[in-house]
């Protein structure tokens, strides 16, 4: 069955190689560099520079309609045959953020609030980012649906790195 699968920097490269992923998200600081894992081609990896902040801080980047769209095109264009690794720094916010967009943009027919609770019960340490969130919702018109199952989910355990967790997403509809 399709995963997504959800890690830390850190965890990258171990990951991609244990679940012979072959396309890769990742949501970093541009003065982060992440080369790309050996097994991927450049094209399979999704690099979006943006910082873990819900509102425009000095010196930070946040994101915007722009970077949604982006992850939007990219995982639609996955051909789910293969895992799906999305990442950030800790693995808690941002890369959590991202699965729970994709699968809700992927798998529309299940609602937002089982996706949320899904990620729940695979990531006691998932703590989406709203503002990510609150723009795929706008872009995908869930009318307020995703922030509502994010918040009902609420935050998740205080840690350094995220639990890396996985999502069976399922295959294209035929």
Known sequence: MPRIHVCSLQRLYGT?????????????KASTPVPTPESITPARH???????????????????????????????????IKP?????YAGVSRSTASSFITACALRPE??????????????????????????ADAILGREGRMIAAIA??????DCFEGIPFALNIGPRAA
Do not use: M
């Open 16 to 28: 991609v190689r244990e679940t012979g992923a072959e396309q890769v998200v990742t949501l970093i």
């Open 46 to 80: 999704l690099k979006l520079h943006l910082s873990d902040i819900t509102e425009a801080r000095e010196g930070e980047i946040l994101a915007g309609r722009g970077e949604i769209e982006q992850l939007l095109r990219f995982v639609t264009a996955w051909d789910r």
């Open 84 to 88: 799906l690794v999305i990442h950030c």
């Open 110 to 135: 299940i609602s937002e609030a089982t996706w949320a609770q899904t990620l729940r019960e695979a990531s006691p340490t998932a703590t989406p980012n709203a503002h990510l969130v609150a723009l």
């Open 152 to 157: 009902a989910i609420g935050r998740g355990q």
